[in-house]
């Protein structure tokens, strides 16, 4: 997505609305395609084949079943809840803390996640969240401010000690009394419980890793960009275990408690490794995808990890396996509904590639392009044949996403949005990130550059109904322009704001003259003459600013669906049914409400909603309602 909303998100997430039921909203059902972002992970002590998997945005899953199967467990939680930090107390491993994005929102649940409650405000930045291993209601944080404890399970908190800005924190299993922080590039440790701090020693790094052995308090592990280090003597003197061959670096690290000495280390894009004696020498553990594993727990007998984009995986005699049955947290970039078949829906992913449904969302199945960020998605009408517009490229299938063929003459383009010429449909049109638009007249097998710059940024399309050379362009640099000759030349229209995202346009094909845009930070514009001229939609209800992300138009019945989000974190799925007058707001229970991508069944009955965590991917999968 756009700049502009990242700059806004690290202030404006924790204001999320609690996104009550607005009056006559839609009945949603979530549905896949199942995976998303883990953040984090827990596995109950007590019973192993209890787990617990923080997302982004789509809040907590519980598992009773070793991962197998999942339920969302996030009674309590506001729409949108982007997990950071998920902790469980051992001594009553129903009791869980949760840290919400962006570090100042602390939740509680006393039953096993299935209701959560918000604590106090904490007003310091959070930096990390550890629980005592014999008393669930003590709870330390590591702040902005220093480190706190709270003995009233996050009621109340007291600063403790000297530390002035800690970032990482972990106690020591085996003596909860013992506990370490990274204070300024200072490795410290207290031997009271957090209330005095002697300095062990210095860390010119950054790094990642912060563990204790289970068994050993004394024995400490950290990694950096490259390496990861022990250190036997409480964090006096460090030695390098292992360096370079895990890729870009170690970002977690587990330890078998019931043996120490096995050590699973989870790197950035090149899986996980395991060690039999403390770090000596270690063996990769072949089969997962290519990302960032943000996790690792470990059961009786299995292995979990949390993956960006892709879910859990579970390992099992050393042989790794998605296992994500129930756990919807996927980005959801593009969407697209067969307009031959409208139980057949494809839904373009963040690095999960396409996945498929026959039976209106009820279930889904993987369609080929992993690994890839899936923007644009549409069905060549009469055809059946599928493109997708990806960073790196369009690809093409003809049997429903089986097997993909890269199209020709478009290279390795990011290709934000692919449009059909209804009236012709071997003609298509495909529009990038500072790679300027294209256009095929063989239904996206091969393409050529059309007239605009090369370094302009295209990030949405339309196509005139009746006419397969009229085309319009929503840009960053001039706005939203159009093209009469197939995209030889273009003209930009009047009254609309450049120099912002144009992320949205549709064009009313019972009149072609009325178009649609939606831009990133200035909201919905609407043309009457073909988009010569464009004015400023009334602003959708609620209060402040509202960007847009994503506009449907149902034609026939005349009625403009708009997916917005506002800077105070609420974002929603909105209807117009006088051409952008008046709105009404159709969010209702959904519990992502960010959204990215709409589409429309050809009958303008159903409506599928893409989700998103914008600018630090993942979401909730796909809701879907009857809106008519």
Known sequence: MGGKLFAVLLAAVLQVSSGAAATGAPRWSAHGPEGGTISTLEVDPARPSVLYAGTHGAGVFRSSDAGRTWQRSSDGLPPDTLVLALELAPSKPTTLYLEAYAGQRLYRSADGARSWHELPPVDAGIADLDVDPARPDTVYIATHEGLMRSADGGSSWTRLGSLQSPSRLAIAPSAPQVLYAEDGGQIMRSADGGSTWTRQSSWTEGFDVFAVDPREPSTVYVSTSDSLYRSSDAGAHWSRIRSGDFGLHVYVLAIDAGDPRKLYAGTWGTGVYRSSDAGASWAHVAGLPRERVRDLELGTGVVYAGLDHRGLYRSSGGRWAASNRGLVGSEVRAL?????????????????????????????????????????????????????????????????????????????????????????????????????????????????????????????????????????????????????????????????????????LVVDTAQPSRLFAGLEAAGVFTSADGGVSWSQSTVIPGAGERWSFALALDSRHGLLYAAQFDPNGHGGVFRSGDGGRTWSDLTGAMTTTWVASLSLEPSGGRLYVGTTAYGLESGGGVFAAQVR
């Not at 710059?453 to 001039?478: I, K, M």
């Open 336 to 504: 697209a509904v067969d307009p031959a078949s409208p139980s057949v829906v494809y839904a373009g992913t963040m690095n999960a590639g396409v996945a498929r449904t026959v039976d209106a969302g009820r279930t889904w199945v993987a369609r080929g392009l992993e690994g890839r960020i899936v923007n644009a998605l549409t069905v060549v009408p009469g055809t059946h044949a599928l493109l997708a517009g990806v960073a790196g490229g369009v690809y093409r299938s003809t049997d429903g996403g089986r097997h993909w063929r890269r199209a020709r003459g478009i290279g390795k383009a990011d290709v934000r949005a692919v449009a059909v010429a209804p009236s012709a449909p071997r003609i298509v049109y495909a529009a990038s990130f500072e790679r300027g638009s294209y256009r095929s007249t063989d239904g996206g097998v091969s393409w050529k550059r059309m007239g605009l710059p090369f370094l302009e940024t295209v990030t949405s399309l339309a196509v005139h109904p009746r006419r397969p050379n009229s085309v319009w362009a929503g840009t960053r640099e001039d706005g939203v322009v159009r093209s009469t000759n197939g995209g030889r030349t273009w003209t930009a229209g009047r009254d609309i704001p450049i120099h912002d995202d144009v992320l949205a």
